[in-house]
């Protein structure tokens, strides 16, 4: 490959538009670069290294093979400013899920944007959709939607199985809030499965940041006869803040539950220990439940925490 050309797909981690490189060499040296086998065109006016593409059937388009990483910067590419990642691109992204190896880029775009699909990159035309914030951001040097935005959109696309996770990531790490989720699907017009994502939307308002904790929330703590704990209550101690899961003013009890791998990691069973010990300095007891119990035992839970809440007051 010319020595120019060479460098500058080096600059571009492999990737390089025809734009580029006809800003610095003759369009014939980025031909015979393609015809070398050197340089894969992916997308019309998208070039990639051929040491970067996969193996895959004969069948796939071009652009699968490549890493995703590679793969949302090429699809962004191509779009040359028209359209933003999106959708679980979007998540992949953020963060807060892995775009599939075999799945397709997904880009959104206003309408009369001039993108049209193509294999392996779906483009979505939305109405009063611009391409600058709030609704665009950009994350990683990409235009990315805003994450309220690619969760709900996301939802019905994902496997059932994993739609609730990166939505509960998001909240737990502050990406975004339940109050800004509940916009977003207010305003999303169709969505298959709305009301479970409704649902979902609302347990994390009640400060629910787990599958566990929604479990407990809906099954067990919410029961008749159950007393309105405050959920995710703040408490501060010296330095430390910190969220307590349910906690019951008046008898001074944080309830917590314990994740399936709680008991087989000693760093995080040490963690908690610190933690509720120094709950203890103020007056305040943990109560924990581990997984199976919560799972398999609810009502003997429910008997306990009523117990240990009348023994307190």
């Known amino acids: 490959m010319n020595g120019v050309l060479r460098e500058l797909v080096a600059r571009g981690g492999g990737l390089v538009t025809r734009t580029a490189a006809e800003r610095v060499v003759p369009e014939w040296i980025l031909q015979r670069a393609c015809g070398n086998g050197e340089l894969v065109r992916v997308l019309p006016e998208v070039f990639v290294a051929a040491q970067l593409l996969g193996d895959s059937c004969p069948s796939e388009p071009t652009i699968s093979r490549l890493d995703p990483a590679l793969r949302c910067r090429a699809a ?5 400013g028209r359209g933003a990642l999106s959708h679980f691109t979007a998540l992949h992204v953020w963060g807060l899920c892995r775009q599939p190896g075999d799945d397709l880029v997904h880009l959104t775009a206003p309408f009369g944007g001039g993108l049209r699909s193509r294999p392996g990159v779906r483009v979505h035309r939305r109405r009063d959709f611009t391409l600058e914030p709030p609704q665009v951001v950009v994350r990683h040097a990409l235009a990315v939607t805003r994450i309220e935005q690619a969760l709900v959109d996301s939802w019905p696309l994902l496997p059932p199985a994993e739609r609730r996770a990166p939505m509960i990531k998001a909240v737990n790490d502050r990406l975004t809030t339940p109050a800004r989720l509940a916009t977003a699907l207010r305003d999303t017009s169709t969505l298959p499965e709305r009301a479970t994502l409704r649902t979902l939307v609302t347990r994390l308002a009640e400060g629910c940041r787990s599958p566990l904790e929604i479990w407990g929330h809906e099954r067990v703590f919410t029961a008749p006869g ?5 959920r995710q ?29 709680t008991h087989g990691n000693p ?23 581990a997984h199976r119990r919560l799972f398999h035992e609810p ?6 925490t009523l117990a240990i809440l009348a023994t307190r007051r």
């Open 76 to 80: 962004y590419a191509w779009a040359e």
């Open 226 to 230: 159950m007393p309105a704990f405050q």
């Open 299 to 304: 009502d003997e839970v429910r008997r306990e």
């Open 233 to 261: 209550k703040r408490i501060s101690i010296g330095r430390r803040t910190m969220y307590l899961f349910l906690f019951a003013e008046q008898e001074q009890v944080n309830i917590e539950l314990d994740g399936a791998t």
């Open 267 to 289: 760093r995080q069973r040490e963690i908690d220990l610190r933690r509720d010990a120094l709950l203890a300095t103020i007056g305040i007891l943990v109560v924990r439940f």
